[in-house]
């Protein structure tokens, strides 16, 4: 055990647990004889003043546990007081350290200033956090002056420096800032230094409570006008964060530092003092400041995207270089073959789904994105529910945050009712309980509006970017149940409204038609089951004869990689696109080589109606010839 604080006299105030307790464990280990302050001097949890003091007698330290209301003026005298009497009026080091207002931190993360009690919050937060420093600052120095030497310490945090938590919280730690500032020149010439020591987040046992009983609905609110930072997750606070010991460490250093005046009325940054001087923590990490996270995040993400274009451009396939885009759900089907796609043409691509890793073969996030990665592609993989607000917003953010704003292609893919569909094709509307609704178009319709909402609002500034929702012949025309064509007619609609607003801002909206996609899902029921399912005007129809003729899932990707960068683009905003007549004028084939025929041709009805010994004679049917679109659509005014 060290002994460089052998015969010092500290106090730290607030030390039943947490940074205090820290605190006042590293000062008695280095030798320091140690007063500690708290409201409770004993516990049934362990987190008391006694239980703090027998910790560092367990250590070889010595201490002295003082039960103190830090609210209480006369109280605050008297400790002091005993201090002069006890030590014979020297006291070396003062930490002050008491908070009062944890709780109200949390239960305020969601209330502006002007929502809570204004006399009530300030005293929670302010009369221990900050009038109760200047008080013990004064008491402290009346003890050093005298004496020519002495360092008082207060804690501070970055909320001193910008908002954080409330503006009540910033108003105090400013203000305990400026006592440093203020008290450290009038101190100087007294050889007492005071300054202020800036902590980064602290995994104290109150912040494990917190995270154990809220989880991630425990936040922190942080810069309100911010784009980025509104607020951040305690356990995204707290999980490569600091000990409560840290500090201590770093107050051990500094309180035999040779040089220590030259830190008086500043603001001490912990880790950065901690970095020049050597100092880790107890586990034996070295604690990066906040300002190195923030510049290395800065610093990576220009890296990462000049790195990302060199490797990009590198091949001339990749004509989507430095584009980023967007697939919801792309764990498999679909959604997986843009995002294959998308990537093996350049762009970087960020794909959501339900399904991060999977045990079995029907897809994961993980999946796709080793894929993608496979063919030289660049993949982000998010896990979202699209069924809920706040994870679509929290993707909009990531994206928002780590592409700098940067958004040029959203695919609204995701959709949930698949197998609600099938199961339920057979049956009436009436029938089928009314939540199909919500398994069908919470996901496949909603979902895709606020998607959209959040996209538009990353791509308008910036006068660019293509929205694609993926819909389907069921827009035009019946099939399958109510609920489905419904939910697809609405999204036809929301490409042509929404495409009207957009497009002024040189942002195009449209629907893309795929036709009967082979995914992997449908190609497990045809084989399990082969399943009628309803078709046009609800006539049934073999789920085999639908499907075998269909598309990979990696053809819409194509067509899309083509839109991408077509010159006449903006032609088709507000529209309904079918992939098949598209990828025919543009000369896109599929991956196995097929020209994919449009359910508009007369050719793909009938090999879909016709039995198998007759299915030659759609093959004597020209392409060109199209079933008229008034057979087809129940929606005359589509576009």
């Known amino acids: 055990m060290s ?3 052998l015969n010092k006299v500290a106090l730290v105030t607030g030390a039943s647990r947490g940074i205090g307790k820290g605190i006042a464990l590293q000062l008695g280990e280095h030798g320091a004889k140690v007063y500690i302050t708290g409201r409770k001097l004993t516990s049934k949890d362990d987190l008391s003043l006694e239980k703090t003091a027998e910790e560092i007698r367990n250590r070889g330290g010595q201490c002295f546990p003082v039960q103190c209301d830090h609210e209480d003026d006369k109280q605050v005298e008297k400790l002091f007081q005993q201090i002069k009497d006890e030590q014979n009026g020297q006291l070396d080091l003062l930490v002050n350290s008491a908070f009062k207002a944890g709780d109200f931190i949390f239960e305020a993360a969601n209330l502006n200033f002007w929502e809570t009690d204004p006399a009530k919050t300030w005293d929670d937060i302010n009369n221990v956090g900050l009038r109760n420093n200047y008080l013990c600052t004064v008491h402290a120095s009346r003890l050093m002056v005298p004496r020519q030497k002495g360092l008082i310490v207060n804690i501070s945090s970055l909320g001193g420096l910008q908002y954080a938590f409330h503006a009540c919280y910033g108003i105090g730690k400013a203000g305990v800032d400026r006592i440093s500032s203020d008290c450290g020149l009038e101190l100087r010439k007294h050889n007492v230094a005071c300054l202020s020591l800036l902590l980064n987040g602290v995994r104290t046992e109150f912040s494990e409570q917190i995270l154990r009983e809220k989880g991630d609905k425990a936040v922190l609110k942080m810069d309100p006008t911010s784009l980025l930072l509104k607020e951040i997750k305690l356990k995204d606070v707290i999980a490569d964060s600091e000990t409560p010991e840290f500090a201590g460490k770093v107050i051990s250093a500094l309180a035999t530092d040779s040089n220590l005046m030259k830190y008086s009325g500043k603001i001490v940054n912990a ?8 100092i880790k923590d107890v586990d034996g990490r070295v604690i990066p400041s906040y300002r190195q996270v923030n510049n290395a995040m800065k610093l990576n993400f220009i890296l990462f995207r000049i790195l990302f274009l060199i490797l990009s451009r590198m091949s001339k396939n990749r004509p989507l270089a430095g584009k980023v885009a967007l697939v919801t759900g792309a764990t498999r089907g679909i959604g997986k073959g843009i995002a294959l796609q998308l990537g093996q043409a350049g762009a970087l691509v960020y794909i959501t789904g339900r399904t991060l890793k999977s045990t079995n073969n029907l897809g994961s996030l993980e999946q796709t994105a080793n894929e993608i990665k496979e063919r030289g592609g660049v993949c982000i993989p998010v896990q979202v529910n699209h069924e809920s607000d706040h994870e679509i917003a929290e993707l909009f953010q990531k994206i928002e945050t780590e592409q700098n704003g940067i958004l040029d292609i ?10 609600t569909i099938f199961e339920g094709s057979s049956l009436e509307f009436w029938k089928q309980k009314p939540e199909v609704w919500d398994e069908i178009n919470n996901v496949g319709l909603r979902n895709h509006y606020i998607c959209t909402v959040y996209a538009a609002r990353m791509m308008v500034p910036r006068k660019q970017g293509l929205i694609i929702n993926i819909s389907s012949f ?12 419904v939910g697809k007619a609405a999204v036809d609609r929301m490409a042509v409204d929404c495409g009207k607003e957009l497009s002024k801002h040189n942002v195009v909206m449209l629907s893309l038609y795929p036709g009967a996609v082979k995914t992997e899902l449908v190609t497990d029921m045809i084989s399990k089951q082969n399943p009628d399912i309803s078709g046009i005007s609800g006539k049934q129809i073999s789920m085999k004869k639908v499907f075998e003729q269909g598309e990979s899932i990696e053809f819409a990707g194509k067509c899309i990689v083509s839109l991408a960068q077509d010159k006449n683009l903006s032609k ?3 529209k309904v696109v079918i992939a098949a007549d598209y990828a025919r004028a543009h000369g896109i084939k599929d991956v196995d080589g097929r020209q994919i025929t449009s359910f508009k041709q007369l050719k793909s009805g009938l090999l879909m109606s016709l039995p198998d010994n007759l299915k030659w004679i759609a093959n004597l049917v020209p392409g060109f010839i199209s079933i008229p679109q008034f057979r087809i659509s129940t929606n005359r005014q589509l576009n």
């Open 474 to 485: 069921g827009g035009m025309s019946y099939i399958f149940n109510v609920a489905y064509g």
């Open 410 to 419: 959203l695919v609204n893919n995701a959709y949930k009712g698949v197998t």
């Open 3 to 5: 002994l460089k604080l």
């Open 271 to 278: 880790a950065e003092y901690a970095q020049c001087y050597g």
């Open 572 to 574: 088709y905003t507000s």
